[in-house]
Nanobody, 116 residues
Framework: QVQLVESGGGLVQPGGSLRLSCAAS????????MGWYRQAPGKQRELVAT???????NYIYSVKGRFTISRDNAKNMVYLQMNSLKPEDTAVYYC??????????WGQGTQVTVSS
């Protein structure tokens, strides 16, 4: 049984930082591309960042230079360090594990709210 469990969300003021974590189980973690997605109220889910099994990273333009995705294959963990947070970063953040279209898993999401 595959499980992706996110943690680390919360309420933070603009300009603040949060670190999201995702613990994976039930998969051979090291061979999956891991990603973070987000969905704001009334909007479609969007890709935020990905990291391949080889450690290559990709970010959407709006978070480049502010967010950093990383992984620890020994611990089956993926992280998203979010700095200089803005109100428009407010969303539910989801962890994703992807290898093929039919081999794709989601966590339950963690709420991030950026507000003063």
């Amino acid at each position: 049984q595959v499980q992706l469990v996110e943690s680390g969300g919360g309420l933070v003021q603009p300009g603040g930082s949060l670190r999201l974590s995702c613990a994976a189980s039930g998969i051979i973690f090291s061979i999956y591309t891991m990603g973070w997605y987000r969905q704001a109220p009334g909007k479609q889910r969007e890709l935020v960042a990905t990291i391949t099994s080889g450690g290559n990273t990709n970010y959407i333009y709006s978070v480049k230079g502010r967010f950093t995705i990383s992984r620890d294959n020994a611990k089956n963990m993926v992280y998203l360090q979010m700095n200089s947070l803005k109100p428009e970063d407010t969303a539910v953040y989801y962890c994703n594990a992807h290898r093929w279209d039919w081999d794709n898993y989601w966590g339950q999401g963690t709420q991030v709210t950026v507000s003063s």
